[in-house]
């Protein structure tokens, strides 16, 4: 059983910080891409970062400089490390599987879910 589980959502103030974990089951998860996709209210979903099984990184504009993607590979787990947190960062946040080395910019080429972690930004 493939199984992505996200968790550590919750309210922040605007310039707080938050640290989302994505924990993977059924699959060795630093054998493959993971990315952090959001999609807020009457938006399209976002990509905002992959980290290939390399460990490469890429960040999307909106995010570089105040977002990090990290991998703890003995908890078999994914970290988004979010600083400088801004209004228009409130979102549904997902961590997905794309199970090649290498990254994607888009959702269709992931092939694995979690169930989404909510991230409300406000004062």
């Known amino acids: 059983q493939v199984q992505l589980v996200e968790s550590g959502g919750g309210l922040v103030q605007p310039g707080g910080s938050l640290r989302l974990s994505c924990v993977a089951s059924g699959f060795t998860l630093d054998k493959y891409a993971i990315g952090w996709f959001r999609q807020a209210p009457g938006k399209e979903r976002e990509g905002l970062l992959c980290i290939s099984s390399s460990t490469s990184t890429y960040y999307a504009d909106s995010v570089k400089g105040r977002f990090t993607i990290s991998r703890d590979n003995a908890k078999n787990t994914v970290y988004l490390q979010m600083n400088r947190l801004r209004p228009e960062d409130t979102a549904v946040y997902y961590c997905?599987?794309?199970?090649?080395?290498?990254?994607?910019?888009?959702?269709?080429?992931?092939?694995?879910w979690g169930q989404g972690t909510q991230v409300t930004v406000s004062s």
């Open positions: 997905a599987a794309r199970l090649t080395m290498r990254c994607s910019w888009f959702s269709y080429e992931y092939h694995y």
